[in-house]
């Protein structure tokens, strides 16, 4: 059922950009051609816009008579049972998945973790007044089905909700950030012959609070298939904090790397 969805608006969502798409092509990576097998940039766009209805397909499920409901399955659990062990909570920092957002939260919930997470007003459509309002709030209903909390942060600095992670964390508790590129102090790494963007706030919040830092990819390995992969813990070596930041997001970009190569129809930060 979700393929055939995904596929009928990925043609409709065709038909309507057709015009469009002759000028997107021109701009689509040539690393994501290769890595999809692409015939041409206007191929790898197509495919690449198909995976990505894939979530909004998705929350239109979850509204139907019985929701949806996907096999899923955590891999890693253990990194976040010895991060909680410790006694100084866990961050969990989610990659920019197709399924980052729905199945991340609804498979952590199914295994039994109570999650707070920080996003922003504007996740997961528009930062504008009718966005936040009446558009938001349509997919973060779903999402919320599956959390212990949502943190929003606001304004410039996010003061409040910042605080209100440094409490979680102190409680012992598991918070997740999504990873984001949208913060005053960002870091730019080499990928794929391109550069990510990386938000160090996380990296930041691990190193005051003595919090697992957790790398988190969710992914489609089949239809109504996914698995939510939790990784090692990032490494925040003592000394210099500039440098124990920039070996932890090399590290970081080196995993995250072999997941895009594995899913990179799945994978948003093409868009950047």
Known sequence: MEERAVQFAAGAS???????????????????????????????????????????????????????????????????????????????WVGLFVSSNIVTKMALADAGYRVTHLSRPSHPFSGSRFGVRLLNPVQRRVEDRYLEERLLFTGRTGVGALRSLHERLRENRVVSITVGDIAQNVVELPILG???????????????????????????????????????PLALAAGERH??????????????????????????????
Do not use: C, K, M
Request: charged share 20%.
């Open 194 to 232: 391109g550069r990510v963007s990386l938000a160090v706030g996380p990296l930041q919040l691990a190193s005051t609070t003595a919090a697992a830092l957790l790398p988190v990819f969710s992914v489609r390995t089949a239809p109504d298939a996914y698995e939510v992969n939790v990784e090692s």
């Open 14 to 92: 065709g038909r309507l950009l057709r015009r469009r798409d002759r000028t997107e092509a021109s701009s689509v990576p040539p690393g994501l051609v290769s890595l999809l097998g692409a015939a041409s940039p206007a191929e790898a766009l197509r495919v690449f816009r198909a995976g990505h209805l894939r979530e909004s397909v998705q929350v239109l499920r979850s509204y139907l008579p019985g929701g949806w409901r996907p096999h899923l399955r955590v891999n890693g659990r253990e990194h976040i049972d010895a991060g909680l062990a410790r006694g100084h909570g866990v961050i969990l």
């Open 243 to 272: 440098a124990a930041f920039q070996a932890a997001l090399e590290t970081y970009v080196q995993v995250l790397e072999s997941y895009v190569r594995r899913y990179p129809d799945q994978w948003f930060g093409w868009r950047r």
